[in-house]
T-cell receptor, first 114, second 115 residues
Framework: AQSVTQLDSQVPVFEEAPVELRCNYS??????LFWYVQYPNQGLQLLLK??????LVKGINGFEAEFNKSQTSFHLRKPSVHISDTAEYFC????????????FGTGTQLKVEL | ETGVTQTPRHLVMGMTNKKSLKCEQH?????MYWYKQSAKKPLELMFV???????ENNSVPSRFSPECPNSSHLFLHLHTLQPEDSALYLC??????????????FGPGTRLTVL
């Protein structure tokens, strides 16, 4: 079975600073990887996904992530954060050919401060 | 209405009550999901319906009873719940194809409190 680890439960950062949210996964087979964002009192919204091809994936709101197979990581980055990026971020994985069953991490709360 | 909607958005119930959560998707999808989101825990997949047929039940207690009358509507019937069932219940929908991944679209959730 696959699993996802988000080691940082909270990441505080000042506005306009860069940020990296870490995600590591475990799986014995090929995977697809995702980052979702959840704003207060809302459901989850897909930020970006890695299915195949280029290991650097660009998503919405200026976020990007890099798939590193050797390190089994899929870290999320943004070069300059805004107050509006304050939210909870979830990394998720599914195995290729596994239909739509997602396994989520515990989430990272990003708090952007002035 | 667009996307995935859920009603009610907030629900407080006693342990002996019976209530239902409703989810509706307006995206033409054929798969629907119930997730439970508790603080500091990963999202837990509860049930999956593909083409109105239940294809996944992740050892969910029988006090949670799902119903999918058509591919656009999904219900979660609740009875004799426990305080530890208090959580955010999220509904999602997607297209379903067995061999490839299709993005899940989430509703805003129902915040359930069991007293």
């Amino acid at each position: 079975a696959q699993s996802v680890t988000q080691l940082d439960s909270q990441v505080p950062v000042f506005e306009e600073a860069p940020v990296e949210l870490r995600c590591n996964y475990s799986s014995s087979v090929s995977v697809y990887l995702f980052w979702y964002v959840q704003y207060p009192n809302q459901g989850l919204q897909l930020l970006l996904k890695y299915l195949s091809g280029s290991t650097l994936v660009k998503g919405i709101n200026g976020f990007e992530a890099e798939f590193n197979k050797s390190q089994t990581s899929f870290h999320l980055r943004k070069p300059s954060v805004h107050i509006s990026d304050t939210a909870e971020y979830f990394c998720a994985v599914t195995i290729t050919g596994g239909g739509n069953k997602l396994t989520f991490g515990t989430g990272t709360q990003l708090k952007v401060e002035l | 209405e667009t996307g995935v909607t859920q009603t009610p958005r907030h629900l407080v119930m006693g342990m002996t009550n019976k209530k239902s959560l409703k989810c509706e998707q307006h995206l033409g999808h054929n798969a629907m999901y119930w997730y439970k989101q508790s603080a500091k825990k990963p999202l837990e997949l509860m049930f999956v319906y593909n083409f109105k047929e239940q294809t996944e039940n992740n050892s969910v207690p029988s006090r949670f009873s799902p119903e999918c009358p058509n591919s656009s509507h999904l219900f979660l019937h609740l009875h004799t719940l426990q305080p530890e069932d208090s959580a955010l219940y999220l509904c999602a929908s997607s297209l379903y194809r067995d061999i490839s991944y299709n993005e899940q679209f989430f509703g805003p959730g129902t915040r359930l409190t069991v007293l």
